[in-house]
């Protein structure tokens, strides 16, 4: 039974505004229909893509691997095996939102190549 409901566009991804009842991957069709008005909570403050944290794991996590790291910007804050470890010291430190991941090992990643 066709049904409508009201989503948001983000990262790529459309992000339903209410509670769905479906099976997880279970296939739907949408049909979009742009809204005119912005939402409210929509932001003149531009979006932080994390570009420094990127280029950061890009090019010096290597000696981190098998860790999490908390990151603001290209400067480290914090690193370690638990991941609430890492985030609690990065947010006694006073960043209440760090850029958080954890660097793979060799053995981590799921390619294996031909």
């Given at each position: 039974?066709p ?26 069709r ?26 950061w ?58």
């Amino acid at each position: 039974m066709p049904r409508q409901l009201e989503a948001v566009y983000e990262h790529g991804v459309f992000r339903p505004l209410e509670p769905l009842a479906l099976a997880e991957h279970q296939r739907v069709r949408l049909t979009i229909e742009e809204g005119a008005d912005p939402l409210s909570w929509e932001s003149t403050e531009p979006v932080n893509e994390r570009r420094e944290e990127l280029r950061w794991l890009a090019t010096k996590s290597g000696a981190y691997a098998g860790e999490w790291v908390a990151l603001d910007g290209s400067r480290l804050l914090a690193h370690g095996a638990k991941l609430a470890d890492v985030r609690a010291a990065a947010v006694a430190a006073g960043f209440n939102d760090p850029f958080v991941a954890r660097i793979a090992k060799d053995q981590d990643s799921p390619f294996g190549g031909w």
